[in-house]
């Protein structure tokens, strides 16, 4: 696939290694030329100097004959100049960053549509849907359905007190006469495995990413629920457009309080949300964060957009018994820094941005829906099987697919289906596979009629 990516800041660099790495021919437009000097030390793609809204510098750069044009700049009048100019001069997909939520909205989002923009992304409204997700998942959920709500993706975590710790897989799909779940993955010290056998021993602390019936996500329910880790309560520090789409989305579920440092800034988002107290101080502040019961408080997200606050806030917070702690890191330098102290999660909206982009376009006809997962770098993809794919050519057991992905589920006709490997898959069977996003490429083939994989 011929790509081209017109802004060089992280976002842009992160998509160029991802597509590099699935062989794709990749160029490069930016209006600084230092900034693709810095990129040709790790990117063998063409770069070209110029505004990515100027019909010059796209047509130097061939816009018309790509397949994806992606817009990534910092200036939203400049993508969208720039996918609607691609789009007109023949590039077969775009895909634009903008900076307004109202873009997003159904009614609105259709002028663009016309215009010639394929897909928009919000970096700000990605952030913030996976802070809700990290908080709903804290201690287990149904992240995605399947096949109309026929299978489930459900996470759960297993404390140090739980009788499977230490215990094989084999062990807990024993608690069921038949097949209704699958470990499909296991996030271990912030690294995912995807399990290859049941003889392994699940540890304190991993966070199971399984596929469930529904009466297998009852059984899960009732080994690893502990009432103890739900969250109720949440402090959001920072007024960002992060920390208020944060806000709204909580405030009909949760206890919610904001604080913002700027005083107009706090009483213009009091007016603009409801159900959220919003207060006007320093959350670095020791007596302010007692005040507002920081030691009763479950999670505490921290977005004021500088790093450095963000982290020392999260610390303090973690000193002050709060259970979950959520830093957004837009500094790429801090996030391994991040890691390393004891705050819970990290978020960089560029890096979430790049994957979400990603993911996008490794869809085809063959997929069904495909999801980045909170809390892992792995990804889940429902498939239709179709007649003559290598997919079905043989049982489970005997097809060739790669160490980083799984068969997780199976939806056939109206039934789920926990597979094992005697299992043949039949054409137009829903397949949901579990995977890293480097072999998606590897899968793909598998689900293409007539191809010569094995």
Do not use: W
Not at 97 to 121: A, P, Q, T, V, W
Not at 323 to 332: D, F, S, V
Request: aromatic share 6%.
């Amino acid at each position: 696939m011929k790509i081209l990516i017109a802004g060089a800041g992280e976002v842009g660099l992160h998509l160029c290694r991802m597509f590099e790495n699935e062989k794709h021919s990749v160029s490069l437009i930016d209006r600084s030329e230092e900034r693709l000097k810095t990129a040709r030390l790790t990117f063998d793609g063409h770069t070209y100097q110029g505004s990515v809204a100027s019909i010059n510098t796209l047509q130097n750069a061939n816009a018309g004959s790509s397949d994806l044009f992606i817009a990534v700049t910092n200036d939203e009048y400049a993508n969208v100049t720039a996918c609607i100019l691609a789009k007109k001069m023949g590039a077969r997909k775009t895909l634009c960053r903008i900076d307004n939520r109202e873009y997003l909205e159904e009614d609105k989002r259709s002028h663009f549509e016309d215009l010639g923009i394929d897909y928009m992304f919000y970096p700000e409204e990605i952030a913030a849907t996976e802070i809700v997700n990290l908080i709903r998942q804290s201690a287990q959920s149904d992240i995605l359905t399947f096949g109309g709500g026929k299978l489930f993706l459900h996470v759960v975590r297993v404390e140090e007190e739980n009788q499977f710790a230490n215990q094989t897989l084999e062990e807990l799909y024993n608690i069921s006469h038949t097949a209704e779940f699958r470990v499909a993955g296991i996030v271990r010290d912030n690294v995912t495995y995807i399990p290859k056998s049941s003889a392994e021993v699940l540890k304190p602390n991993d966070l199971l990413y399984t596929v469930a019936t529904a009466k297998g996500v009852e059984l899960l329910k009732k080994y690893f629920h502990k009432k103890s880790d739900q969250i109720k309560s949440v402090i959001i520090l920072g007024g960002s457009r992060v920390g208020i789409n944060v806000a709204r989305k909580l405030a009909a579920t949760h206890t919610v309080k904001l604080i913002e440092r700027d005083r107009t800034k706090s009483f213009e988002i009091s007016n603009a949300l409801t159900g959220v107290l919003v207060i006007n101080g320093d959350g670095r502040n020791i007596d302010l964060l007692k005040r507002e019961g920081i030691d009763h408080t479950d999670a505490f997200v921290s977005v004021t957009g500088d790093a450095e606050v963000n982290m020392i806030a999260c610390l303090l917070a973690k000193k002050m018994g709060v259970k979950r702690t959520i830093a957004e890191i837009e500094n790429i330098d801090y996030i391994r820094l991040g890691e390393n102290i004891e705050i819970d999660s990290i978020i960089n909206k560029k890096i979430l941005s790049a994957n979400k982009i990603f993911s996008f376009t490794t869809a085809n006809d063959d997929v069904s829906s495909i999801s980045c997962l909170t809390c892992s770098d792995a990804e889940i993809i429902e498939y239709i099987a179709r007649p003559d794919s290598p997919m079905t050519k043989q049982p489970i057991g005997q097809i060739k697919l790669p160490d980083e992905a799984t068969i997780a589920g199976i939806i056939r006709g109206n039934e789920p289906v926990i597979p094992d490997e005697k299992l043949q898959i039949r054409p137009f069977d829903k397949v949901v596979i579990f995977a890293m996003p480097k072999v998606l490429a590897e899968i793909n083939k598998l689900f293409k009629p007539n191809n010569r994989f094995f």
